[in-house]
């Protein structure tokens, strides 16, 4: 049977993308609870959406079942995910309002909202396995189909794009940005790098795409005019929205190319 691709989408995507899709919503249980997906109808291969604030948004960062909807993925035999989010930028060389891809991320303490640890092996299983981060959690295959498909829509950065999660529900304040972008750090948001580990366990192949909507360091000046800030924001989520239809309809399941280990119980 042919590997699905998916999408998981965050709050940008609440009011145009249902409408330009033709979906059917559905629920899987997972150990974990109860998770919606949505299938895209549109395209000859299995091709999903999720999204993780739930639809309509109702959500916090804190509160997403993480694991519930890494299993949905997994149930759906998903090959190619991508992961989408808005993000604070820490680094000038960084534009707003234009998609980027992420190289790699920062999880200092690898723990969920909840305060348990970021795994899908909570509890001893003899399906229980530990990540090895070789390649890297980003699929550099998926990423080389992003900017294949994505042309002048996506930022061609000549440098890595490091990601840090700072969990939520609340905002960073000045100091914990300037000691993010000290770490060399790129961009931060509250969601994104769980839903990265969580399918890099179960052996699905992730690209992260992300659009600052403002510098978060008070030594960055961001936009001032309101009109300009409008229509950078409408040309942002019309690449997005452009980016997230073409992967769907031409995004090809991936190699994953770290590495799992478990111990020999035999």
């Known amino acids: 049977m042919m590997k699905s691709v998916a999408v998981i989408l965050g709050s940008a995507f609440q009011d145009s993308m249902p409408q330009a899709l033709d979906l059917e919503r559905f629920e899987i249980q997972t150990a974990w609870g109860k998770q919606e997906l949505y299938h895209a109808k549109n395209f000859q291969h299995p091709a999903y959406l999720l999204f993780r604030h739930g639809l309509p948004h109702r959500l916090l960062p804190n509160q997403i079942n993480y694991r519930s909807q890494a299993q949905a993925l997994e149930e759906v035999d998903c090959g190619a995910l991508m992961i989408t989010s808005s993000v604070g930028v820490l680094d000038s060389n960084l534009p707003l309002f234009k998609p980027m891809l992420l190289t790699d991320l920062v999880m200092l303490d690898n723990r969920l909202p909840d305060g348990s640890t970021c795994t899908m092996f909570s509890q001893p299983s003899l399906k229980q396995e530990h990540l090895v981060v070789t390649e890297g959690l980003f699929s550099k295959e998926l990423n080389q189909q992003i900017h294949r498909l994505a ?28 000691i993010w972008h000290a770490l060399g750090v790129q961009v931060n948001s509250m969601t994104l790098a769980p839903e990265v580990i969580l399918a890099n366990e179960l052996k699905i192949p992730c690209t992260g795409l992300v659009v600052g909507h403002k510098y978060s360091t008070p030594a960055i000046k961001n936009i001032d005019d309101p009109k300009s800030m409008f229509d950078s924001l409408k040309s942002s989520k019309y690449a997005m929205e452009t980016l997230v239809l073409k992967f769907l309809e031409k995004g090809c399941p991936a190699s994953f190319d770290n590495q799992i280990y478990q111990f020999n119980h035999e």
């Open 151 to 178: 042309g002048d829509l996506i930022h061609a950065a000549k440098q890595p794009i490091v990601f840090a999660y700072v969990a939520g529900p609340r905002t960073k304040t000045a100091a914990e940005n300037k």
